[in-house]
């Protein structure tokens, strides 16, 4: 009786165990994302909506300046997305056959911003950074930041660029720079839009013109060496879809 009762004991945990095993394993399914650090905010809010529907799957965020986030990826950094700030971070991956092409799309734009601190009257365009008065530029390091790229490239288009060079200060990413900015420790600054309106202690100065500066594109894509393909498809899809547009909207960003 004792042996048999071992017996039923042992086929019945051997039972439980193929049904929860499994289980355990789905409910691990971890997507490492890595994106540029002006989508911090909307990935954010976008996370618990995203787990809710797919309680199997946790999401996992890796914020940084996209130069930096292509390097980690490069130097064999385990991730299944990344979504950049910038064509040129992306190109920099697929040039080196690191992303699964087919799976890579412009998903969102952006604009650039002049700001500045909300008590500051000297600065009206951006030509006035030429202003003797305006002595610190706060713009995100071009080597490796988007948004300082950008804001180089602006500065040129407004032919300002070679008299300003000597003010610039430069930040590791986006969210410096606005800070910079916010505590006053510069006179103005270059920033996404989408950064910019998320303080009340700095204002909007002027709007880049589009054609100042290369086009503003986020692209995103599945990294090669992902253990997930699928889900990683599956999230790139949920934030094209109209569900994820309402949030990115939200924030200033625009579906391209």
Same mark, same amino acid.
């Given at each position: 009786? @004792?042996?048999?009762?071992?017996?039923?004991?042992?086929?019945?945990?051997?039972?439980?165990?193929?049904?929860?095993?499994?289980?355990?394993?789905?409910?691990?399914?971890?997507?490492?994302?890595?994106?540029?650090?002006?989508?911090?905010?909307?990935?954010e809010?976008?996370?618990?909506?995203?787990?809710? @529907?797919?309680?199997?799957?946790?999401?996992?965020?890796?914020?940084?300046? /996209?130069? /930096?986030?292509q390097?980690?990826?490069?130097?064999?950094?385990?991730?299944?997305? &990344? &979504? %950049?700030?910038?064509?040129?971070?992306?190109?920099?991956? #697929?040039?080196?056959?690191?992303?699964?092409p087919?799976?890579?799309?412009?998903?969102?734009t952006?604009?650039?911003?002049?700001?500045?601190?909300?008590?500051?009257?000297t600065?009206?365009?951006f030509?006035?950074?030429?202003?003797?008065? $305006?002595?610190?530029? #706060?713009?995100g390091?071009? #080597?490796?930041?988007?948004a300082?790229?950008?804001?180089?490239?602006?500065? @040129? &288009?407004?032919?300002?660029?070679?008299? $300003?060079k000597?003010?610039?200060?430069?930040?590791?990413?986006?969210?410096? $720079?606005?800070?910079?900015?916010? %505590?006053?420790?510069?006179?103005a600054?270059?920033?996404?839009?989408?950064?910019?309106?998320?303080?009340?202690?700095?204002?909007?100065?002027?709007?880049?013109?589009?054609?100042?500066?290369?086009?503003?594109?986020?692209?995103?894509?599945?990294?090669?060496? /992902?253990?997930q393909?699928?889900?990683a498809?599956?999230?790139?899809? &949920?934030?094209?879809?109209?569900?994820?547009?309402? $949030?990115?909207?939200?924030?200033?960003?625009?579906?391209?």
């Amino acid at each position: 009786m @004792k042996k048999f009762i071992t017996y039923l004991f042992v086929v019945t945990l051997t039972f439980l165990c193929s049904i929860t095993l499994p289980l355990l394993a789905q409910s691990s399914n971890e997507l490492t994302v890595s994106a540029a650090g002006s989508l911090t905010r909307v990935l954010e809010e976008i996370k618990p909506i995203y787990e809710q @529907k797919n309680p199997e799957i946790k999401l996992v965020y890796n914020f940084g300046a /996209s130069g /930096s986030l292509q390097q980690q990826i490069e130097q064999g950094a385990p991730v299944d997305i &990344f &979504f %950049s700030a910038a064509a040129k971070q992306m190109d920099g991956l #697929a040039s080196k056959n690191l992303i699964i092409p087919e799976t890579r799309r412009d998903l969102l734009t952006n604009d650039l911003v002049l700001i500045a601190p909300t008590n500051l009257a000297t600065i009206a365009s951006f030509e006035d950074l030429t202003k003797s008065e $305006v002595q610190k530029i #706060a713009i995100g390091d071009p #080597a490796s930041v988007p948004a300082g790229q950008y804001a180089e490239e602006t500065l @040129k &288009f407004y032919g300002i660029l070679e008299e $300003v060079k000597d003010r610039l200060v430069y930040g590791t990413n986006v969210t410096q $720079v606005l800070t910079y900015v916010e %505590s006053g420790n510069v006179d103005a600054g270059m920033v996404f839009l989408t950064d910019a309106k998320t303080t009340e202690k700095v204002k909007i100065v002027s709007t880049a013109a589009p054609e100042s500066h290369s086009p503003i594109v986020y692209p995103i894509a599945i990294i090669k060496d /992902s253990k997930q393909p699928e889900i990683a498809k599956e999230f790139i899809d &949920f934030l094209a879809s109209s569900e994820g547009q309402i $949030v990115f909207n939200k924030y200033g960003f625009k579906l391209k």
